[in-house]
């Protein structure tokens, strides 16, 4: 991961986003070389909760993934994970 994934996104956050692309290729879903993630916040039982909305273009894809016990929540945050088939790099778009 870059820097500025580093400063913006806890630790736990970029870990459970690792998991997201995990479990999509277990349950054999074809993955972009480019994964967006949407990073927000929605209030369940008057908690905040954070929501994570995975978007990738070829084919097709957006689903909503909910993380609990995230203590450091990322509001209004876009990453990208970028796969070249050898390595993956989680980074933000300005940093492209």
Not at 10 to 34: C, F, K, N
Not at 58 to 63: D, I, L, T
Request: proline share 3%; glycine share 6%; net charge negative.
């Amino acid at each position: 991961m870059t820097r500025g994934v580093n400063e913006v996104v806890s630790v736990e956050l970029q870990l459970a986003l690792w998991g997201i692309l995990e479990r999509r290729r277990e349950r054999g879903d074809q993955l972009d070389h480019l994964q967006i993630f949407e990073l927000s916040a929605e209030m369940v039982d008057g908690e905040p909760l954070q929501t994570v909305l995975n978007k990738q273009e070829q084919p097709f894809h957006e689903e909503v993934f909910y993380v609990d016990h995230i203590e450091n929540l990322a509001i209004g945050v876009t990453v990208w994970v970028m796969d070249s088939g050898e390595y993956a790099t989680m980074l933000l778009p300005n940093e492209y």
